[in-house]
């Protein structure tokens, strides 16, 4: 019943910045942890930020940290990703996703999350 819609996405230079968002039609939005993950082509599906339900704690991988932040507006529903000074090591299908648990131990596992969006397509020319 809940669904995770994703626009945004596209094809940007190198260095370009880019905001992705999640609409989520659940009621209950603000009581979940949220994440991004994504995945490249030939590699694995890998974290890349999470976010408490409250806004309040942020997680980042080592490889975009200091270039991507999560945030979120309960009001509205929807999680966003900003993206900036991205690389072409960047390029993935990026999937917002709800986490069933709050715990953050095992934030990485993608077995965890119970409701998955459409993932969108990013894609860094050099």
């Known amino acids: 019943q809940v669904q995770l819609v994703e626009p945004g996405g596209g094809l940007v230079q190198a260095g370009a910045s880019l905001r992705l968002s999640c609409a989520a039609s659940?009621?209950?939005?603000?009581?979940?942890?949220m994440a991004w993950f994504r995945q490249a082509p030939g590699k694995e599906r890998e974290i890349v930020t999470g976010?408490?339900?409250?806004?309040?704690?942020?997680y980042w991988a080592d490889p975009v940290k200091g270039r991507f932040t999560a945030s979120r507006d309960n009001a509205k529903n929807t999680v966003y990703l900003q993206m900036n000074s991205l690389k072409p090591e960047d390029t993935a299908v990026y999937y917002c996703?709800?986490?069933?648990?709050?715990?953050?131990?095992?934030?990485?596992?993608?077995?965890?999350?119970?409701?998955w969006g459409q993932g969108t397509q990013v894609t860094v020319s050099s």
């Open positions: 996703a709800r986490k069933r648990s709050p715990r953050w131990s095992d934030i990485h596992i993608s077995s965890e999350y119970d409701y």
């Open positions: 976010i408490s339900g409250s806004g309040d704690y942020i």
């Open positions: 659940g009621r209950t939005f603000s009581n979940y942890l």
